[in-house]
């Protein structure tokens, strides 16, 4: 019965994709604007090259950051992609570094280990604390908010040496696929404006894929560092579980105190990582941000990728799973093809249908998280909101809260979807999942599987996509380190890629296959 029931959800959910995206189609009428090309050399070069030609004195930081303020200003009225801008503070912070290279009071050696990201630019995704910037988590209820202090990601990047340029857009409350707010507007895709950024650290990666940032940060509970790359042509990192600090990111934090949050719980499955347009930049983050020295160490050590095992899955069969696209399973090849052919290694394909019902799964474990972040945030006592009255006045426009924020949070309440009396049996199941994984993945292996099976969707598009999310979720569940790989443009010209997926805390592996891949297909591809 139950197995009858998901057939006849997945083909009416099959046959409203079908009618909705047809139906945008027409209403858009074809392509969108694309952001104008990148002119200034500076733009193209990587954080790694750039900081190593700041601490020489090849060139000046402030010339890069005035060089990214004005391609800011440039891209903007296309993708609407920043939410609060610190211009004057950056361009102050610039000239105090220049001036620090210039006085020759530490060699170039000593800046390099301890500044390794002097001088270059950064953004932050607004759910993250960054002192004295606005901290409104892209909802009109906090629009008075202010952070008091860093995040201990973003501290770590400023004691790098990098200089804050921007905070960047999301969802209200980061609960959406799609980066949009009444407080900032929304957030289109460099490579067609039609189409959504993705989310909820969409304003990043739409900012970084436009040439409008070069390093950014942003975090993830169910793919919002990977889907945003995904869409946008760019290289994002999920790390393994507790290698990086959530404190200071939302949910975390939201009064102001770093350490508060409504559910502890939510520590083992939400991270916070770097997004980049270059492969490497991934690497010098990483050993910015990660607590474990042992790990960090791990990112200095060459790869004999003749020694790693290449697994790979073309997809996952779950009813309510949107189907891989072509040019996605066409990536998924080239990049298995390249590394056996590379390598004289064979990879092998793995089925996994235990994953059937894997939203079963995911949404027993973030359902309750969810229904938590919806309880400390627009349930709070002191806003006295009656939520039912709250989404029929959203449905009008009359609410402070989105009508699609509303749904993004109850829409895992469904029955037929979730059903919170079997949370125990798919516990249970979850915990098979991690021993199939311990067994598949070890120091030297990899997974190469979709980041997502479809490219970018138009806006509007995303509500019945987002189980199709389980392909992340899945990893955020585990708490295994999950790098999206961008391996192109499709024929519509929409970026897609892949992710590579390693095993707990072997985080310099999936990146150093990035690395690889980037150099096998080329990376970001200018707009």
Known sequence: ???????????????????????????????????????????????????????????????????????????????????????????MKAREVDALVASGKYTKEQLSIEKPLLGIPVSIKCLLHVKNMPYTCGCLLFADLRA?????????????????????????????????????????????????CGGSSGGEAALISAGGSLLGLGNDLAGSLRIPAHFTGIFSHKPSKGLVSNRGAFPFGLLGDPEECCNPELNKYITTGPMCRYAEDLIISMKVLALDNEVRMKFDHPVDFKRVKIYYLTEIQSPLVAPVEED?????????SYFEKQYNIKPKEVKMPYLFDINKCTLSVLQPLFRDIKKSTIGRKEFGLNERMEFMKSLFGKSKIRCRTFLNFNSGENPLIYKESQSSYYQNMIE????????????????????????????????????????????????LPATHCTLGLTKQGLPCGIQVVGCQNNDPLTIACAVELERAFGGWKLC
Not at 11 to 39: C, D, E, N, Q
Not at 328 to 336: E, F, G, P, T
């Open 432 to 479: 098979n999942w991690m021993g199939e994984f311990k067994a598949l993945l070890d120091e030297d292996s990899v997974l190469l599987m979709p980041t997502l099976p479809f490219t970018a969707p138009y806006h509007l598009e995303t509500y019945p996509l987002l189980l199709s999310a389980c392909y992340l979720s899945l990893f955020n569940i585990l708490g």
């Open 328 to 336: 996605i399973a066409d990536a998924l090849k080239k990049a298995v």
């Open 1 to 91: 019965m139950e197995f009858t029931m998901d057939r006849m959800l997945h083909l009416m959910l099959t046959f409203a994709r079908f009618v909705l995206h047809y139906s945008l189609f027409i209403w858009y009428g074809g392509k969108g604007k694309v952001v104008p090309p990148v002119k200034n050399p500076l733009l193209l070069k990587s954080a790694t090259k750039l900081a190593r030609e700041i601490r020489e004195g090849k060139c000046k930081s402030k010339d890069v950051i005035q060089a990214y303020i004005d391609r800011i200003l440039e891209v903007e009225p296309y993708i609407n992609a920043t939410a609060e801008r610190c211009f004057e503070d950056a361009l």
């Open 148 to 196: 008091i202090e860093d995040a201990p990601t973003v501290a770590a990047l400023k004691e790098a040496g990098a200089i804050v340029t921007t905070t960047t857009n999301v969802p209200e409350l980061g609960i959406d696929m799609e980066s949009g707010n009444k407080f900032y507007g929304t957030t289109c895709n460099p490579y067609d404006t039609n189409r959504t």
